[in-house]
């Protein structure tokens, strides 16, 4: 009899241990999507990766497997993507199918963000996962009456709630510190190895001597999350395309206008270049490098957006009377002030 205890014992637990292997390779995997998905949605990166453990069972469910569909989301009536059958709650329900898990996670994100059953998600404090495991199941996202639990409990466990408080850049240096090193790449399926956008200004502060091929670039367009880049001085931004304005990237990025055009120096309406940096919170008062080479059709204004510095200090620090430009060829000084 103890024989059959210590076996069914063993058992369970190699069932067990499988299945935290399983979870923790998940959360490896797709960390960095989460809280890159956070800064652009304000959902917590806690809530997004054990919504993800839960519904694919770590990854291994055959809506993950077969659909990239990691949030269990079904069709609904304005779906006009691939689906694909799944018996749910019923027999052979429509589910939504990815091209990729990011298309997944994106869906997700403005699943929850462009739904007005969902909106009081968003007056939460974005560190309250409790709230946000309570408030999904108050708004109607899972029928299991132990949803919040079954997410705190992930939560809790795997100390998700950590990566609420992370830049993209901090996660790997988590993920080694909460579950040691790996052999398996952090995968996010579009913060590694992506190709550049083509663009007119270059960041870094040094023009590159070939362009990346336009044509190219049409044949493979970047989706919203790919867009966004990670300025050396530690703030997010995009780069504008030809017609885009503060409305249409707010909207895209769900940010508001009148702090994207306060965070870029420029008034609400104002026009924004092709090519040039959008940022999603404020610049610097310094560069992250001491000088800048103005190149040919750089002006102050320019210039500061490649550096992340604010248009105010840039003149200061180089003793230049505002709406004054310099010559093609200047050194410009981007952290200490010129002597005189």
């Given at each position: 009899m103890k024989k059959n205890a210590v076996a069914i014992f063993l058992f369970l637990s190699a069932i067990i241990f499988a299945q935290e292997s399983k979870n923790?390779?998940?959360?490896?995997?797709?960390?960095?999507?989460?809280?890159?998905?956070?800064?652009?949605?304000?959902?917590?990166?806690?809530?997004?990766?054990?919504q993800g453990i839960l519904e694919t069972g770590g990854g291994q469910s055959r809506l993950a497997d077969i659909a990239n569909?990691?949030?269990?989301?079904?069709?609904?009536?304005?779906?006009?993507?691939?689906?694909?059958?799944?018996?749910?709650?019923?027999?052979?329900?429509?589910?939504?199918?990815?091209?990729?898990?990011?298309?997944?996670?994106?869906?997700?994100?403005?699943?929850?963000?462009?739904?007005?059953?969902?909106?009081?998600?968003?007056?939460?404090?974005m560190t309250d996962y409790k709230a946000w495991a309570n408030g999904l199941k108050k708004a109607g996202y899972a029928t299991n009456p132990k949803y919040p639990q079954l997410l705190i409990s992930s939560i809790e466990r795997y100390h998700l709630n950590q990566f609420d408080h992370l830049s993209p850049d901090q996660v790997e240096t988590k993920l080694?510190?909460?579950?040691?090193?790996?052999?398996?790449?952090?995968?996010?399926?579009?913060?590694?190895?992506?190709?550049?956008?083509?663009?007119?200004?270059?960041?870094?502060?040094?023009?590159?001597?070939?362009q990346p091929?336009?044509?190219?670039?049409?044949?493979?367009?970047?989706s919203p999350a790919q867009r966004v880049k990670r300025h050396p001085i530690g703030v997010n931004y995009v780069m504008a395309t030809e017609g885009e304005t503060f409305k249409s990237i707010g909207k895209l990025y769900n940010l508001r206008p009148k702090r994207l055009a306060e965070f870029n120096e420029l008034p609400l309406n104002g026009k924004l270049r092709p090519g040039q940096p959008v940022f999603f919170?404020?610049?610097?008062?310094?560069?992250?490098?001491?000088?800048?080479?103005?190149?040919?059709?750089?002006?102050?204004?320019?210039?500061?957006?490649?550096?992340?510095?604010?248009?105010?200090k840039l003149y200061t620090l180089n003793r230049m009377r505002p709406g004054e430009q310099p010559k093609p060829g200047t050194v410009l000084n981007l952290k200490k002030k010129k002597k005189r």
């Open positions: 923790i390779d998940y959360i490896r995997r797709h960390a960095r999507l989460a809280v890159e998905e956070m800064e652009l949605y304000h959902i917590p990166a806690s809530i997004t990766l054990s569909n990691h949030f269990g989301i079904k069709c609904k009536t304005e779906w006009t993507g691939p689906v694909i059958s799944h018996t749910d709650d019923a027999p052979n329900e429509c589910f939504r199918a990815y091209g990729s898990v990011q298309e997944s996670y994106r869906d997700h994100s403005k699943f929850l963000a462009e739904r007005p059953y969902y909106k009081d998600l968003f007056k939460l404090n080694i510190e909460l579950y040691g090193p790996s052999n398996i790449l952090a995968l996010s399926n579009y913060s590694i190895d992506q190709p550049e956008e083509t663009v007119a200004v270059h960041i870094p502060f040094e023009e590159p001597s070939v091929s336009t044509v190219e670039m049409e044949t493979r367009p970047l919170d404020k610049k610097k008062n310094k560069g992250k490098v001491a000088n800048y080479k103005v190149q040919q059709g750089d002006d102050m204004y320019l210039i500061a957006q490649k550096n992340g510095i604010k248009v105010s």
